[in-house]
């Protein structure tokens, strides 16, 4: 299993950044998928989810009508579109595979850094 997150960056509050994870090594189709970020200092903050056909999508709180959540599993690939970004919003985020007993495989991360 591999997931590779890209498209991170430095911006300014207000800003957009679409970020993507693709993800080789297992049937992408017949998972889950989330998006995890882990600011400075903090612990892990689930920020959204999507179900295997991409019906159905949940979001945290904090990210709720700013950040939406797609997949594509034709291209095996995960997309994270974050406007209105915040400082807040300045994390490590990571994409991770969601199974029955949690999120059991993650990338290594993309960094997003949102200047005030």
């Known amino acids: 299993v591999q997931l590779v997150e890209s498209g991170g960056g430095l911006v300014q509050t207000g800003d957009s950044l679409r970020l993507s994870c693709a993800a080789s090594?297992?049937?992408?189709?017949?998972?889950?998928m989330a998006w995890v970020r882990q600011a400075p200092g903090k612990g892990p903050e689930w920020v959204s989810q999507i179900t295997t056909g991409g019906s159905n999508t949940y979001y945290a709180d904090s990210v709720k009508g700013r950040f939406t959540i797609s997949r594509d599993n034709a291209k095996n690939t995960l997309w994270l579109q974050m406007n209105s970004l915040k400082p807040e919003d300045t994390a490590l985020y990571y994409c991770?595979?969601?199974?029955?007993?949690?999120?059991?495989?993650w990338g290594k991360g993309t960094l997003v850094t949102v200047s005030s």
């Open positions: 090594g297992f049937t992408f189709s017949s998972f889950g």
């Open positions: 991770a595979r969601s199974s029955w007993d949690g999120m059991d495989y």
